[in-house]
């Protein structure tokens, strides 16, 4: 891969890095207009009839010669096959075509079966196409071409040994049938649909509800399969055998929102009335989970579970999707040029269809919004261009050996003997201390500092960071300017840090921040060639070293800085996606402010959401012990409480004594006499709240007397 990755066709989306399905549906979406007509090819068995001879001549035409050449041919020949029934087995037959089925490298060498046949094709304005695996969509803007198109893609196919199948092929067109002509793959017709299913996705989408529903289909049918896989969730949730609340969490987000997530350009096209079934669809999982009842309060469970409403997270999906294709604009060339050019609100508008439309101005609203500049990045990304992995030079870092148990005086002794010991091996005599700082308001920064070089003109300053920037964006901006500096002033140094995260990204050869580590590993090239020495050192924070602690200052005091627009780097895609993410759940935030001057729950709940509770995980009564500590967190209430009902109704009584009108929190925690003994007295219901989840002991003993008690 690491040869070959980089030539093959640019119309390939199938197991390569960066590159997936939504990239197939985005460019067809953004590419349907009225006048469209877009075949949908299915080749038949088209791993198992997959011709090795060609793959091995496409890989000699890439120039793979020697013992690689030969390691593959031997991978692909001698494939023999034999299949054992109740103790049976056949005689084995020899495979003398197809990949070997479940082989790590068969899907790459399918690639580089589709790049000969796309290498056969014909480059026209009017038709493109896009392949995933053997999922095949060419879209053309008029019936001829693509009638054109087919007859030369049947041509290619059948040179490479591939095979059409007509009859699960499909051709789509917005158009009516009646004004298409026939479309014929060899002598076979292709058969004409009104909807297709495309890697999963609906492809016709229309943003309003049609007449007599009252849910839209694709909704309505998204909705069918989502209940089909919250049954299981509804056995795990089980009170007095059931899975803890953040097992069961993971299990919702793997199991149920992954689907909705996968569906997200799909569904970005309706609006979000449209999408108000999810909402509520999700309601009812986070109250599966949590183990709350009805009256419970829908903010108070998203900020719990850290789950944004429904909605916001699809069209959150759908807006960092298109920033990642501004950034990497190679890897999605129609999509990324419609939504640069439809940021511009004086450039005309693409014509495409209606739901087309909706996406590509919800993203732009979207990003507009975020307020950020997204400048694209070079798409030679790796570290050491021409060198292969395995072959990536690693910077020189060291640790400082401490533990977490030793104290601040030990910590403080071992950094200083091992600054003064690399100092000396290394012949070291200048130390650049480095930070970064993340303020509580988003405001970020670095600094660096050093006592032995002379200060820049403008003195030891830090320098701004974009909003929403990470502390380990912020820590490698900090290492990155101290590399720049010791090449500027031609001096070696030791580069000293207090945040691991950073230099492990260094080290790293797939980094988070994969284009700032770039920039590091190109000063330490010059650095190199220049005979410089420059070593990495990591020491504790806050452990009383004066320089340390000066640096740490500089880059606080750099987060009220003013960005100099010339100077100020632009946000990285992993501050992107956290912008992204922290506007989706903004809503559920404007709605706790709204309500929270009526609503006693968000009140009580006020008092716990600043410290996250860490559920238990494991446990006799697992389920039980977590359904108690989320309901005291939220501020349980029960439904005639909430609405204020003037009459009580007859099942209001506790629980446990028997005393009526008395099935609140505050009889449980203040008054109830069969839990009373066992509970501090002269608290608060918040306080009692308090200990009750600090104190895991506390609530088990009151659930072994009575466990009714969190069933309430």
């Known amino acids: 891969m690491f040869r070959l990755q980089d030539k093959l066709s640019s119309r390939i989306y199938g197991f390569l890095p960066q590159r997936g399905t939504h990239h197939c549906l985005m460019e067809l979406y953004t590419r349907l207009s009225p006048t469209s007509v877009v075949a949908f090819i299915d080749l038949k068995s088209a791993f198992d009839v997959a011709n090795r001879d060609i793959i091995l001549d496409q890989l000699i035409d890439f120039g793979i010669k020697g013992n690689l050449l030969r390691w593959i041919r031997g991978y692909l020949r001698n494939r023999v096959s034999r299949v054992l029934f109740k103790g049976a087995l056949s005689t084995a037959k020899e495979l003398e075509l197809g990949t070997p089925q479940g082989g790590v490298l068969s899907p790459f060498l399918f690639n580089i079966l589709l790049h000969r046949l796309l290498s056969l094709l014909p480059n026209t304005d009017n038709t493109t196409i896009t392949c995933y695996a053997d999922d095949i969509c060419i879209h053309s803007t008029s019936p001829d071409h693509l009638q054109r198109f087919l007859s030369s893609f049947y041509e290619s196919a059948s040179s490479c040994g591939l095979i059409i199948s007509p009859g699960k092929s499909r051709i789509f067109s917005p158009r009516p049938a009646r004004n298409l002509p026939e479309f014929t793959v060899g002598n076979n017709v292709v058969p004409l649909c009104t909807q297709y299913i495309y890697l999963g996705a609906p492809v016709r989408i229309t943003p309003s509800i049609p007449a007599r529903q009252r849910v839209h289909p694709i909704v309505q049918d998204l909705l069918a399969r989502l209940q089909r896989r919250l049954t299981p969730l509804k056995w795990l949730t089980n009170y007095s055998a059931g899975v803890s609340i953040p097992v069961t969490r993971n299990i919702y987000i793997a199991f149920i929102r992954s689907v909705i997530d996968y569906l997200s350009p799909a569904l970005c096209q309706l609006s979000r009335s449209t999408l108000q079934p999810l909402e509520k669809f999700q309601n009812q999982a986070m109250r599966f989970i949590l183990g709350c009842p009805a009256s419970t309060r829908i903010v108070n469970m998203q900020h719990e579970l850290c789950l944004p409403p429904l ?12 920033i990642k294709c501004l950034y990497y604009p190679h890897l ?45 990045e070079n798409v030679d990304m790796a570290l050491h261009p021409g060198l292969a992995p395995w072959q990536t030079p690693v910077p020189a870092i060291s640790y400082t050996p401490v533990s977490k148990t030793d104290l601040p005086q030990l910590q403080q002794q071992r950094a200083l003997e091992t600054i003064d010991r690399l100092s000396s091996s290394l012949r070291v005599a200048h130390h650049l201390y480095t ?65 691991q995260p950073a230099l492990q990204a260094l080290s790293s050869h797939k980094p988070a921040y994969q284009p700032l580590v770039t920039q590091i590993h190109r000063q330490l090239d010059m650095a190199n060639m220049s005979s410089l020495v420059v070593h990495f050192l990591w020491i504790p924070s806050h452990v009383g070293l004066l320089a340390n602690n000066t640096v740490d200052h500089l880059a606080k005091a750099a987060c009220q800085l003013d960005p100099p627009d ?16 922290q506007a989706a759940r903004s809503p559920t935030h404007h709605r706790s402010n709204a309500e929270r001057a009526t609503s006693v729950s968000i009140q009580h709940y006020d008092h716990f959401s600043p410290h996250q509770h860490k559920y238990r995980r494991r446990g006799l009564m697992v389920r039980q012990n977590n359904v108690v500590c989320a309901r005291l967190r939220l501020g349980w209430r029960p439904v005639w409480q909430v609405a204020e009902q003037d009459g009580v109704p007859h099942f209001s009584s506790c629980r446990l004594c028997d005393a009526p009108n008395a099935n609140t929190l505050e009889h449980y925690c203040l008054e109830c006499p069969l839990v009373s003994d066992i509970l501090p007295q002269r608290l608060t219901v918040v306080d009692i709240c308090k200990k009750l989840l600090t104190d895991n002991n506390l609530l088990d003993e009151i659930l072994m007397r009575h466990p009714h008690f969190g069933g309430y």
């Open 311 to 322: 909605v916001e997270r699809i069209y959150s999906n759908v807006t960092y999707f298109s």
């Open 332 to 376: 999605s060339p129609h999509y990324s040029n419609i939504i640069r050019t439809s940021l511009d609100l004086d450039a005309p508008r693409p014509q495409l269809r209606q739901g087309g439309r909706t996406l590509v101005s919800t993203v732009c609203s979207s990003i507009r919004g975020l307020d950020i500049n997204i400048v694209a």
């Open 435 to 499: 930070d970064g700082s993340l303020q509580q308001d988003g405001s970020a920064g670095c600094a660096v500092f050093s006592t032995t070089l002379e200060p820049p003109p403008g003195g030891w300053t830090g320098r701004h960071l974009p909003e929403s920037s990470s502390s380990t964006y912020c820590e490698l901006h900090g290492l990155l300017d101290a590399v720049i500096l010791i090449t500027q002033t031609r001096n070696n140094g030791l580069i000293i840090c207090d945040s």
């Open 566 to 581: 010339a100077d100020a780097p632009s946000p990285s895609l992993l501050c992107c996606r956290k912008m992204v993410r």
